[in-house]
């Protein structure tokens, strides 16, 4: 049973860093692609960044330079570094998982609340 578990959200004020830790049982990590996604009150979910198993990395254009995406496939665990955190990096913060061969994403987490103040 694949399960994605994050943690590692929080509170922090403008400027700060938060990193992100999903945590994944269930399936062979190594071989699948994973990404992070957030969602703010009254707005869709939006894709942040995505890594596939060769550990290419993708970015949004919003969180470019300031995010960074790893993961530690020998922890079966994917991180999201987050500095320089702004007002609107507030969301719930998702990490999901697909097979590489799929353009779409099967396996999603519970999510992790970022907040950041100004």
């Known amino acids: 049973q694949v399960q994605l578990v994050e943690s590692g959200g929080g509170s922090v004020q403008s400027g700060g860093s938060l990193r992100l830790s999903c945590a994944a049982s269930?399936?062979?990590?190594?071989?699948?692609?994973m990404g992070w996604f957030r969602q703010a009150p009254g707005k869709e979910r939006e894709g942040v960044s995505a890594i596939d198993d060769r550990g290419y990395t993708t970015y949004a254009t919003s969180v470019k330079d300031r995010f960074t995406i790893s993961r530690d496939n020998a922890k079966n665990t994917l991180y999201l570094q987050m500095s320089s955190l702004k007002p609107e990096d507030t969301a719930i913060y998702y990490c999901?998982?697909?097979?590489?061969?799929?353009?779409?994403?099967?396996?999603w987490g519970q999510g992790t609340q970022v907040t950041v103040s100004s």
């Open positions: 999901a998982a697909r097979p590489c061969w799929k353009s779409t994403y099967n396996y």
């Open positions: 269930g399936y062979t990590f190594s071989v699948y692609c």
